[in-house]
């Protein structure tokens, strides 16, 4: 079992920065895979980006590559994702998921995924 924490967001400016963290407790956090989903009010919920267990393989959805960066501490059972050059279309709600699979491909399918947290708000105002 293991419990996912979020935290980081709040409102910003477009062009700003933001980090979120994703804290993990339980048992095993180092060998599920994690990935961060955003969703908004009517709409599905939407891959952002992943990463294997030890943190060598990683994707991201178009929209975010070259912007974001998915990273993690296995020390720390945490989950990192730094978010630069923020727009309005990237307000929502961010969550962290852990997944047992660690084939890359896999991770942008959000069913793939065990554990969720609650999940952060992200407001970027133009």
């Known amino acids: 079992q293991v419990q996912l924490v979020e935290s980081g967001g709040r409102l910003v400016q477009a062009g700003d920065s933001l980090r979120l963290s994703c804290a993990a407790s339980g048992r095993g956090f180092s060998s599920y895979a994690m990935g961060w989903f955003r969703q908004t009010p009517g709409k599905e919920r939407e891959f952002v980006a992943a990463?294997?267990?030890?943190?060598?393989?990683?994707k991201y959805a178009d929209s975010v590559k070259g912007r974001f960066t998915i990273s993690r501490d296995n020390a720390k059972n945490t989950v990192y994702l730094q978010m630069n050059s923020l727009k309005p279309e990237d307000t929502a709600v961010y969550y962290c998921?852990?997944?047992?699979?660690?084939?890359?491909?896999?991770?942008?399918?959000?069913?793939?995924?065990?554990?969720w947290g609650q999940g952060t708000q992200v407001t970027v105002s133009s």
């Open positions: 998921a852990a997944a047992r699979t660690q084939i890359v491909e896999l991770l942008a399918t959000s069913s793939v995924y065990t554990y």
């Open positions: 990463i294997n267990w030890i943190g060598g393989s990683t």
